[in-house]
């Protein structure tokens, strides 16, 4: 995985592990919490986070 500007300059890559299983488990949450498909969970997950990307960032 390449550096890009988007990412801070001591970001650690390997995070990115954590990071998914994270997601993960709280796609497995909103499954059972609101009786979801995985399907459904990831979609939700999927529109939420693009949200993310192109919302201005905030201090």
Partial sequence: MSNTSSQPAG???????????????LVDQWESKYNSSPVD????????????VDQPKTI
């Fill in 41 to 52: 969970a990831a979609v939700a997950f999927q529109e939420f986070s693009a949200t993310l």
């Fill in 11 to 25: 970001f650690n890559p390997l995070a990115m592990v954590d990071m998914w299983q994270d997601m993960r488990a």
